[in-house]
């Protein structure tokens, strides 16, 4: 079923033109943007802080029209084209929303789920490489738009790459010195390696973004292990199993707090706390939050852009402690 937007472009209740940074008035980019299914229901804190923090940076993202699941996994069989026009479907709303706007809007439509990024490039890469399977498809879709091939697909923290991390730095109104942050990538933001936003075995953007907002970065080799996926589904144990060593390695190591780019990660590891705690009694929670959640607090936004209230995890007592957020 194709989700209905309230709005066409929808900006944080945190924020209003009026409370924006000079700075961010002018040089600002507008791109489309595809949230995904999560994000408009368990995962909306990561919408909320994602708008609310790129608002700031100048970066204005435009929700896509009738947008769809992105068909969230990418079938393995080369010949299996109906696995594909899900994903591009939501390519040629993008195609077609460029098409009819009369501004200046980049041909990249950004993601913030590492799952809905992995499935879009997967579909735009293979469609570019076959074109008998992209004209197949495209008479297929008889009452879409023929696909042309020229959408790229960016995740948002490549995007935040490519301007500066200073450019962020230069936003941190709430430093999150002596906070320890690691970060997580798990599968689908990194592999395969012609999908991924960085290097799969030594990636550090995240590790830049968390220098950036002036927190200190606790590495861990579990950061690329899997989570599980939806494992979780029907074997939720097993999963457990995944989160106890993935979040204890980081607490080994000194980390305070997980950030990742994923609902279903976060799910895994943050709502499978309890399930830990169930195998191993003597586990203490660790928060996990969005990357964007993180940076939202390193800007001093507000609690309508944190939406820490949908975490598992309430990161609300260890940022007090440490004084990073205003006691409620």
């Not at 430093?175 to 690691?182: D, Q, R, T």
């Not at 309890?274 to 586990?283: D, G, H, I, L, T």
């Amino acid at each position: 079923m194709t989700p209905t937007t309230q709005d066409e472009k929808r900006r944080s209740p945190a924020l209003d033109d009026s409370s924006q940074p000079l700075s961010t008035q002018s040089s600002r980019s507008t791109f489309p943007y595809y949230p995904g299914c999560t994000l408009k229901t368990t995962a909306q804190n990561f919408e909320d802080s994602a708008l609310a923090t790129t608002a700031i940076l100048g970066i204005d993202l435009v929700e896509i029209p009738r947008w769809n699941c992105c068909g969230v996994v990418s079938s393995l069989v080369e010949n299996d084209r109906m696995h594909h026009v899900a994903p591009l479907r939501n390519i040629i709303r993008t195609q077609d929303m460029i098409a009819e706007r009369d501004d200046e809007i980049e041909s990249r439509l950004v993601t913030l789920c590492s799952m809905c990024t992995n499935t879009l490039r997967r579909t735009n890469l293979f469609l570019r490489q076959n074109p008998e399977d992209l004209e197949a498809i495209n008479d297929y879709m008889s009452l879409e738009n023929n696909y042309e091939g020229d959408i790229e697909i960016v995740h948002l923290l490549e995007i935040l790459r490519e301007r500066g991390f200073d450019a962020v730095a230069d936003k941190v109104s709430n430093s999150l010195e002596g906070l320890k942050v690691a970060p997580y990538y798990g599968c689908m933001l990194l592999r395969p390696k012609d999908i991924g936003i960085d290097d799969p075995e030594n990636p550090t953007i995240q590790e830049d973004l968390i220098e950036a907002l002036r927190a200190t970065v606790i590495d861990t080799p579990y950061k690329k292990m899997c989570c599980g996926s939806y494992q979780t589904v029907q074997d939720r144990y097993a999963v457990a199993e995944l989160a106890y060593d993935i979040l204890t390695h980081a607490q080994r190591e000194g980390a305070e707090v997980i950030v990742t780019a994923c609902p279903l990660c976060a799910f895994n590891l943050d709502d499978r706390q309890k399930e830990v705690r169930e195998r191993y009694p003597e586990f203490k929670s660790i928060p996990v939050l969005y990357f964007t959640q993180l940076i939202a607090l390193a800007f001093g936004l507000g609690e309508d852009a944190l939406g820490f209230e949908l975490n598992s995890v309430d990161p609300r007592p260890l940022l007090m402690a440490k004084g990073l957020l205003a006691p409620r």
